[in-house]
């Protein structure tokens, strides 16, 4: 067995990717490999979020071994629960972020929808990225390629901009953005 030196941000990247293949398609124009299976392959996954095949692989392993995924090599099935109680209870101590300086960017956490119609907030959080159109304080996204990808997929920019509520917001965001995962994903 492999040693296992725990969960990384990209592994809830990868994750919630999968959910969101899983759960209506992708818009895969210009992809080389189309995925064309009910489960998504690693080289599917890892052209969709711009990852090596061997980060997915070991990415799978690790999520796997925190029982988060099981049946990595066919279905991919993401515990829905148990991924949900991690983002909830775990994300904020283990994958911590804090705003930093003004700059342009992607919006995220309760700037993004859907959590940007339910709550009012004066400052904006965004991911930087030369292409964003909002001026905001800046959070690192868990992966790096994340501001190129959520553009490709609305479901997977909502799951990640919920996923950053959970990781900065206060008591309320945090219960409207559970609420929001739910949501996405059990209906």
Do not use: C
């Not at 969709?48 to 099935?77: C, F, H, P, Q, V």
């Not at 956490?109 to 930087?128: C, G, T």
């Not at 996923?163 to 206060?170: F, K, Q």
């Amino acid at each position: 067995m492999k040693d296992h030196k725990g969960m990384r941000p990209q592994d809830i990247v990868v994750l919630l990717a999968i959910v969101a293949l899983q759960r209506g398609g992708w818009d895969r124009k210009g992809l080389k490999s189309v995925h064309r299976l009910p489960f998504p392959l690693n080289k599917t996954i890892a052209e969709l979020l711009n990852i090596s095949t061997a980060e997915i692989s070991a990415s799978l392993y690790r999520s796997a071994y925190a029982g988060l995924i099981t049946d990595i090599a066919y279905s991919k099935n993401v515990l829905l629960k148990s991924t949900l109680e991690f983002l909830r209870f775990g994300l904020k101590y283990v994958f911590p972020v804090q705003p930093g300086a003004l700059v342009r960017g992607i919006p995220t956490a309760h700037s993004a929808d859907p959590l940007k119609n339910q709550l009012s907030f004066q400052e904006e959080i965004v991911w930087e990225h030369a292409d964003g159109t909002v001026r905001g304080q800046a959070i690192l996204p868990l992966y790096n390629t994340v501001p190129e990808i959520v553009t490709k997929n609305k479901l997977l920019y909502e799951l990640l901009a919920l996923t950053d509520s959970l990781r900065i917001g206060g008591a309320r965001e945090r219960e409207l953005a559970i609420i929001e995962l739910e949501k996405r994903f059990f209906q």
